[in-house]
């Protein structure tokens, strides 16, 4: 038994199959069975078509064995070996060694936890490093802040990482504290570098320090609080002490008093402008009331207006006087100037007579929003539901923090709330700020996590949301190749004992690109790639704990190949040529098109790879027979420029004769004469044809075609006339031409004379009878006048025959005048003087 491989060394990306051609010859006389198998490698990385073949004496197969390295083996040259073994003689057998190299793949995976820490001067995160790759990497830690506010400090800043390990960093994050105020979101990204880079560079992770100012707004408000209470309780002392120790009011000075009050001016010049923006968007709002109370009666609105599409309002005709500022509208809480809840808050706006205050901000919150609603999944129990800010859209997008490069399942974003979920997977969020975009987020370790985005609008409260908690966390990601490039609409399904996960492959955007999510994880899945009109590829892929797999290519063959081309011929249509397509065991055939494009021909469905055998023959054309040999990728490598080109030109298989009759008259040259009798014979085959004796332009023509080649005898014959014989040697192909000249038809002429004056005798009536029957009822062959000459003539007359000339004085006049019988040869001319 002799085997021989190839290749015997490849080169093999992780993940992909290195297809290895086992050629086996059986050099003994019995039938052996084999069992091949491949020493060195894990049995589920190994495909073998046929692991059992049979071979008869002499016998020679081919067997394919796919190798697929998985993802998480390190880099390097790995030797196995293939060995094939008699079945019935297990001592008889042959090792073959091949090399794979699997080239370096360094990729890092890099997430920050927690995502955001609300803190004073300084925080410290935890930042995972993970080697995805399979290769050790030099990593180095570095870290951005859009603003260049903050101060970060990596232990250990600089490691070697081996392939699959994970390396926790240190992060201390540091910024300079604002004295008083909100606290400030401080988003930050985490980049890992290693050496060497990967060809996809690695997405970074992102983290907000929510830093607080180091007095807050509360603590300011309580302080404030303390001294209002205080200097209320002192004026409350002083006030009673002053009533203890006063007299009675005067009643007059007290009407005095309220008489003032109830004068005083209700209009005046004074005005105030200003806008009110939304605090959770930045965004004017339009269409709230803006109103101004008396700061001593906040139940009386003194002047009131409604925003402006940009915001703005103004309010006029004021007098003079203090004045408290409120907005309120539909989906917000009322608002005092300058972001007050209540009247007692709210900061007093003079105006003087005739002044305009100008520049004042309301900053107003929605009615806090609620929602509820169901996570659905096998097991919910233990999950947990993260309420958190997108950073590409609503108040944080124009931090500038999006990173298009990031590829994880869970979008970056800043942290509201986070709650548990119970077995019934029931959860309800309430007080929620309104209106604004949030991202919800499902996760539990193991499983895949859900991201929902919604839009929440100001005090709705929403109880149709469901969540759905996908069975696994693991996720793969790659492409759907052909030879012509990606493959949209292909089916990909993985499987892995009783887990199967299935998806298709994108037909608009990047298209050919499929993700196969919630995928349990640790496991081993086979990937199945199929699509109409490709091969089947089959793929074996390992993941990892949590492990997202990107950057995976499955490359399909064609399921089927096709031929076509186009036939041309030298004379004639090239329609209904017939096209033979065989491989030895199958055989289609089909006709080239009659009608437009003439000649085109297709077939489909053809096996592959494969050598067909095109064969081109129709009656009368040379058959024309070509190889043709289709990859399994449908493309040819031998015997066409390409699979629609398999072009053919016949030339015809018989010949054919034409020309043109001519006779010469006498007197006149020879001109193309029609009803010429052309027959054309070699041995048994006769063909006989007339020329043409319309229209006038082709008279005298004649075609004879499909002739065999061969050498004919041509006679033409016509009444009246010597028949005439050619001998013409045909060719295939050829379009022999012959125009022969007969000699001219028999005929009758003569000149009628007076016999007193021997002057011609014109106008006389000359008929021609056959000599058989003249004088029977039957009429004349033909009739004719003697002209001023007194000549007449009959050119053209059938011959051979007997004819009679009769002499009238007119037409049924006297006869005059009758000629002997007059006996004619085939052309032979005959003069026949009368004189009367």
């Known amino acids: 038994m002799y085997c021989d491989i190839s290749p015997r060394h490849s080169v093999v990306a992780a993940g992909q199959p290195a297809v290895i051609t086992l050629t086996i010859t059986n050099t003994r006389q019995v039938i052996v069975g084999c069992s091949i198998r491949v020493l060195g490698a894990d049995a589920s990385w190994i495909t073998i078509d046929e692991p059992e073949p049979r071979l008869f004496p002499d016998e020679t197969i081919t067997v394919i064995v796919q190798v697929t390295i998985p993802a998480e083996l390190p880099a390097g040259a790995r030797t196995l070996s293939i060995q094939v073994q008699d079945l019935a003689d297990p001592a008889h057998l042959s ?35 993970t080697n995805a790759g399979n290769a050790v990497q030099e990593v180095t830690m570095a870290a951005t802040d859009p603003k260049a506010k903050t101060t970060f400090d990596f232990q250990p800043a600089a490691f070697r990482l081996d392939p699959g390990a994970s390396m926790p960093v240190v992060l201390r994050v540091k910024a300079r504290r604002r004295l008083l105020g909100d606290a400030v979101l401080r988003p930050f990204q985490v980049d890992a570098h290693t050496e060497p880079e990967p060809k996809t ?96 009666d906040t139940n009386t609105a003194v002047a009131s207006n409604a925003t402006s599409s940009d915001g703005n309002f103004t309010m006029s005709g004021m007098p003079p006087g203090d004045y408290l500022v409120r907005v309120q509208g539909a989906g917000y809480d009322p608002v005092w100037y300058p972001a007050a809840a209540s009247p007692g808050d709210a900061s007093e706006v003079t105006v003087t007579d005739g002044s305009a205050v100008t520049g004042l901000t309301l900053l107003v919150g929605g009615i806090p929003a609620s929602l509820s609603g169901t996570v659905t999944g096998t097991d919910v129990s233990g999950a947990t539901l993260t309420l958190q800010l997108p950073l590409d859209e609503g108040i944080l997008a124009d931090a500038g923090l999006l990173d298009e490069t990031a590829t994880g399942p869970i979008p970056a974003g800043a942290v509201v709330t986070s709650v548990p979920i119970a077995s019934d997977g029931a959860f309800e969020i309430k007080s929620l700020p309104a209106p604004a975009v949030y991202d919800l987020i499902v996760t539990k370790e193991g499983l895949a996590p859900t991201v929902q985005r919604l839009d929440v609008a100001a005090g709705e409260d929403r109880s149709d949301v469901v969540l759905s908690l996908l069975t696994g966390d693991g996720i793969i990601e790659g492409t759907v190749t052909g030879a012509d490039g990606p493959i949209g609409e292909a089916t990909v399904v993985a499987t892995s004992q009783d887990v199967t996960v299935r998806t298709v492959s994108l037909t608009e955007g990047e298209i050919g690109d499929f993700v196969l999510r919630g995928l349990p994880t640790p496991g081993t899945y086979t990937i199945t790639v199929s699509a109409d009109g490709y091969s089947d590829a089959t793929l074996s892929l390992a993941l990892s704990e949590g492990q997202q797999l990107t950057g995976v290519s499955a490359v399909l063959g064609s399921a089927t190949g096709s031929l076509g081309g186009r036939v041309s011929v030298d004379v004639g249509s090239a329609g209904g040529v017939e096209v033979t397509i065989s491989d030895g065991s199958t055989t289609v055939r089909t006709v080239t098109q009659s009608t437009r494009p003439v000649g085109q021909w297709q077939v489909t469905g053809l096996r592959i790879p494969s050598t067909y055998t095109v064969t081109f023959s129709r009656q009368g054309l040379t058959s024309q027979v070509l190889s043709v040999h289709l990859d399994g990728f449908g493309q040819v490598t031998q015997g066409a420029p390409n699979a629609t080109s398999v072009n053919a030109r016949l030339s015809s298989a018989t010949a054919s004769l034409s020309g043109t009759v001519r006779q010469a008259r006498p007197g006149q040259s020879a001109t193309p004469v029609g009803n010429v009798t052309i027959t054309l014979s070699s041995g048994d085959t006769q063909r006989v044809v007339t020329s043409a004796s319309t229209p006038a332009g082709q008279v005298g023509y004649y075609e004879i075609d499909d002739l065999r080649p061969g050498t004919y005898t041509v006679t033409f014959t016509r009444p009246g006339t010597t028949a005439s014989s050619t001998i013409i040697t045909l060719t295939a192909g050829e379009a022999a031409t012959h125009s022969p000249t007969l000699v001219a038809p028999a005929s009758i002429s003569g000149t009628v004379t007076q016999a007193l004056t021997n002057a011609p005798a014109p106008g006389l009536t000359v008929n021609l009878y056959f000599a058989s029957e003249y004088g029977t009822a039957a009429g004349p062959v033909a009739t004719t006048t003697t002209g001023s000459d007194g000549k007449y003539s009959f050119i053209e007359v059938d011959a051979p025959e007997h004819y009679i000339v009769e002499i009238r004085t007119a037409p049924g006049g006297t006869v005059v005048a009758t000629s002997r019988p007059i006996s004619l040869a085939a052309s032979d001319t005959h003069v026949y003087d009368a004189t009367i």
């Open 201 to 296: 560079p690695t997405p970074p992770a992102t983290a907000v320090f929510v830093q607080k100012s180091l007095f807050s707004r509360g603590a300011l408000s309580l302080v404030g609080l303390l001294l209002a209470v205080t200097v209320f309780a002192i004026v409350i002392v002083i006030a009673l002490s002053s009533v203890v120790n006063r007299s009675a009011a005067d009643r007059n000075l007290a009407l005095a008093v309220a008489q003032a009050r109830d004068s005083a001016p209700t209009s005046g010049q004074a005005s105030i402008t200003g806008s009110v923006t939304d605090l959770m968007t930045g965004a004017a709002v339009s269409g709230v009331s803006v109103a101004a109370f008396s700061s001593d």
């Open 95 to 129: 090792i073959e060694e091949i090399t794979l190299d699997v080239p370096s793949d360094p990729r890092l995976h890099v997430t920050v936890d927690p995502s955001h820490i609300t803190a004073g001067k300084r925080a410290h995160f935890t930042t995972v490093v």
